[in-house]
């Protein structure tokens, strides 16, 4: 028997997967790729972060048991195929993504403690969540990695991550918890977006 886990209304749950594959399918676009290449980084965008995540905590990988997720995908990709780069440029896909990271990043939490997993390792699964499907995008482009640049993406989720676990932990509920930990993250990553916020860097050999 399956743990009943976590989920989100259909509707937005396919919202925010196609947020995130269509900044896989736009950066495959603005490398000039052939649309099977395109449709494979909207595919791994979309679904990466959450693939992970099953495959480490022992559950069905989501979107090969849900009829929906890659057809969803592939029109995403088919979107970024027939429509000029430009059109996409700006905040708007920022702020769309920064909000899909901060309730992923929640809802792997959740599903990992659903799942048994410990805090604070089922709070790095709602990081896995939230960032891996990125970073494969990024690697696959070329491109350096959220994980190299200094502005706040990660850390965002680790916070919305964090207050997950610690709101289950202490009891709140869950509604709240989710509400708490996915306003706290989205702030954050919104506010390294409007004042372009990151962490200091290493000094090196200084």
Known sequence: MHPAAPALPPALDLIGIAVFALTGALAAARLRQTFVTVAFFALVTGVGGGSVRDLLIGAPVFWVHDHTVAPVCLAVALVAWFTPVRWWEGRALDWADAFGLAVYSVLGTIKALAWGVPPVPAMLMGVVTGCVGGIIRDVLAGQPSIL?????????????????????????????????????????????????LGLPAHRGAE
């Open 148 to 196: 190299m640049r200094p502005e706040l993406y990660v850390t965002a989720a680790a916070l919305a991550a964090g207050l997950a676990a610690t709101g289950m932990a202490i009891g709140l509920a869950p509604g709240l918890t989710w509400a708490l930990a996915v306003v706290a993250g989205f702030a954050l990553r919104g506010a390294a977006i409007h004042w372009s």
